[in-house]
Every structure is written in structure tokens, then in C-alpha cells.
């Protein structure tokens, strides 16, 4: 099975944890798998493992400190950074973490995650009060929005004798990522994908809102798939429980004029826009700073429209692939097509939402396509993520070359 990472160049980064006995595990199956093994370890993980123990698994040298002696003009940590495919770090401790999360290079291996482009895998494991604590916390979101990979670590019992979160994942889950990883189709890469899911909301008083039913799951499968096709995504996100999908930056928002705001600052740049979210076409016109109580009479609130994200971003296109969203109860052809025409949109993806298998919240859809020459793709009940790789087939289709 050696064809699935050959020619593929691993830098492995070793630190100080307990688990970093299973980073010789992950070392073995990557060379088995055809990859070439860069191991870097920080001076604690050799505490727990030998650099011997890594050069013959690797069969190749092991970069241990900044400071060894020089063996040829190579800019060792520079070196590494630009031969590496991906960069998987096995543990990822707390330490290390914070560093990163600081931009700290302080040794080789931080130096070279630092400088290197190549995708970075870090693969936590610590105690469950470490994970857990709200700086760690905070530190790993600061990476992936920064756009590295974060492998959640499993629960079970820990080597300091408790049971919770925090063990490093089994070296082939390990592995079957970075498998994943290389083994995606990578035909987004270099563009810049911008979404939009969920529903926003409009504030009544402090307590109450109008809303719809909205999930967000179309548009975070979108955003999945885009990320899984070498894509930049930014998923602008209304109110969702979905969590955020890995290797997206997501941005949350509220309202409308939020929602509007945030896609507004990405959407310059942005090869394609996919406009998934239910957005609130009203607000409230007198919002209460204070909660509304309850009377015997009658409650009258005064509506007034909310921007029309869409058509605006309809009037300001140039390059950019734009596609809608029409999500109609009746005369569902006729709705989508005129939305298609007055917000000059590439396509438009249109449901019937009383259909069963088509509402807000469930995991499968069935849509119809209409493109701006007028032709109509049929597409009957299929999951929400086959269909995301269907729209984002025909964004690529429509996309510029180069």
C-alpha cells in the first residue's frame, strides 16, 4: 500500500508528553505507507523516547536542536520548512500550543512550523484540566483560524491516572487523516471560497427575537467540501449549533447587518461567493433596550426591511462566481428564476421546502439547479454533502482558468 504517500514528505515534530511513545507508531506506518519521515524532536520528548529509536524508524537523521554542528549549508529549520508536504505534530502539548498560538520560535520545531507553507497537523494530548482550560482552549482556536488542522483527542483513561479527554488519537486514525488528507482532490487550491449559513435573527427586546428555522447545514457541508478541495473557505455563519468546520475560518454573526458586514470585508478576493443562509428580510423597526412584559391587549411591532445582501453583492460582482439560494413553498420555478435574474447570479439552487427529505433541518435535500442560459438540473433526495460536491462541480465549471 505504498503508493498512497509516496513521494510525499512528512516532517514529524515530536514533544515532550507521554504519548510521544506512539509518535514512533505513526513514523512506522508513514514510511510503510511510502513517505519520506522528517523526525524533529524538542529537547523534553527526548526525556521519553530516543533520537536512535526515530533514525531507524525514519531512516533518516533527527533533527534534535538549533545548535548542532553543521553538516552541509543548508539552512536546517528553513530546509525542512520548504521540503515538507505537511507537517504533523505528534503530541501537540499544551506547551507547544501556546507557542504556537504566540508565534514563538524558540527551537526547530517551532521555528519550522513558523516558517514553513506546508499544511500543520497537531495532534493534542494532555491532561483532561489542561485541555480543557479555557487559555488552551482559546490558544487552539487561535490556530485554526490561522488554518491548521486541530485532530480532537479522544476520551479514556490518562496516564496521570484519571479518565476524561485528552489521550492523543490511535496512531492509524492519526495516519488515515494524513492519508485523507493527501488523498483529497485538491481542485480548489489557490481559490478563495466565500459562504454564507444559517439564519439570522432580529432583535425584539433583550429576551425575544424573530427567526426561522434554519440549520446551517447545507452551507456548512459547502463550506466542508471546499475545504476538503484544497479551497481558502470563510464560512460566515448566522446562528447555528453546528461547530465549526476544520480547516475553515468561520466567522459568527447575528443579525443581517452583521452577516452584510462580514461578507462585505472577504468578498473582494473571493473567486466564488455561495450565498446558503436564510436571511431575515425585516428587523425590527424599535428595538427594546428593556424586556417587553406581557399586557391584555394586542402586540403590534413595526417591521422595516433589511438590506438585500444578495442583490447587492449581485451589483458589485466582477470576477467572482456568484450563486443563491430560493428556499419556496409554492411556484417554486418561477420564484427561483426571477431571483436569479434581478440578483445576476451565476446559478441558483432551489427547494421546496415542504417536500419531505427537503426542510431546514435535516441531513438530506432535493434540488433543482437553474443556470443563467436557462437550463435546469433535476437533483431528487440525496444527503446534503452529496449535494454540496454537485454545487461546487459547477462552480469549478464556471470558474475562470488560472
Not at 479514556?156 to 491516572?161: F, I, K, N, P, V
Request: charged share 25%; with cysteine; aromatic share 4%.
Amino acid at each position: 500500500m505504498a503508493e498512497y504517500l509516496a513521494g510525499k514528505n512528512i516532517v514529524l515534530g515530536v514533544t515532550g508528553g507521554i504519548a510521544a511513545y506512539k509518535a514512533v507508531e505513526v513514523a512506522s506506518r508513514l514510511r510503510k505507507l511510502g513517505a519520506e519521515v522528517h523526525v524533529i524532536m524538542t529537547r523534553a520528548a527526548q526525556e521519553f523516547v530516543t533520537e536512535l529509536t526515530f533514525r531507524e524508524i525514519s531512516g533518516n537523521p533527527v533533527n534534535t536542536g538549533m545548535w548542532e554542528k553543521v553538516l552541509h549549508w543548508n539552512v536546517e529549520h528553513i530546509a525542512l520548512a520548504r521540503l515538507a508536504d505537511l507537517v504533523l505534530v505528534v503530541p501537540a502539548t499544551a506547551n507547544l500550543v501556546a507557542k504556537l498560538a504566540a508565534g514563538m520560535a524558540d527551537d526547530m520545531l517551532t521555528t519550522t512550523i513558523l516558517a514553513t507553507q506546508a499544511p500543520v497537523f497537531l495532534a493534542p494530548a494532555m491532561n483532561s484540566n489542561m485541555y480543557t482550560n479555557p487559555v488552551t482552549q482559546e490558544n487552539l482556536e487561535k490556530l485554526k483560524a490561522r488554518g491548521m488542522r486541530i485532530l480532537p483527542p479522544a476520551s479514556g483513561h490518562l496516564a496521570c491516572g484519571i479518565d476524561g479527554v485528552g489521550r492523543l488519537p490511535e496512531p492509524v486514525e492519526i495516519v488515515s487523516c494524513v492519508k485523507a488528507h493527501f488523498s483529497a482532490v485538491c481542485s480548489l487550491r489557490g481559490r478563495k471560497i466565500l459562504v454564507t449559513a444559517g439564519g439570522t435573527i432580529a432583535p425584539i427586546d433583550p429576551v425575544r427575537f424573530l427567526g426561522n428555522r434554519s440549520s446551517g447545514k447545507m452551507g456548512y457541508r459547502i463550506a466542508e467540501e471546499a475545504a476538503k478541495r484544497g479551497a481558502e473557505v470563510v464560512l460566515v455563519s448566522g446562528v447555528s449549533a453546528l461547530p465549526d468546520p476544520e480547516g475553515v475560518r468561520t466567522v459568527r454573526v447575528e443579525t443581517t447587518e452583521e452577516m452584510r458586514s462580514a461578507v462585505l470585508q472577504d468578498f473582494p478576493d473571493a473567486d466564488a461567493v455561495i450565498k446558503a443562509a436564510a436571511v431575515a428580510d425585516y428587523r425590527v423597526k424599535h428595538v427594546s433596550e428593556q424586556k417587553i412584559k406581557k399586557s391584555d391587549g394586542e402586540w403590534t411591532i413595526e417591521l422595516e426591511r433589511n438590506p438585500d445582501i444578495l442583490y447587492e453583492l449581485g451589483r458589485m460582482k466582477k470576477h467572482q462566481v456568484l450563486v443563491g439560494f430560493a428556499a419556496e413553498t409554492q411556484n417554486l420555478m418561477e420564484y427561483a428564476k426571477k431571483k436569479l435574474e434581478k440578483k445576476n447570479l451565476d446559478f441558483i439552487v432551489a427547494n421546496d421546502v415542504t417536500m419531505p427529505g427537503a426542510g431546514f433541518r435535516g441531513e438530506t435535500n432535493i434540488a433543482r439547479l437553474m443556470f443563467r442560459d436557462g437550463k435546469v438540473e433535476e437533483h431528487p433526495l440525496m444527503k446534503k454533502a452529496e449535494l454540496a460536491a454537485i454545487i461546487l462541480d459547477r462552480v469549478e465549471e464556471i470558474l475562470p482558468c488560472g
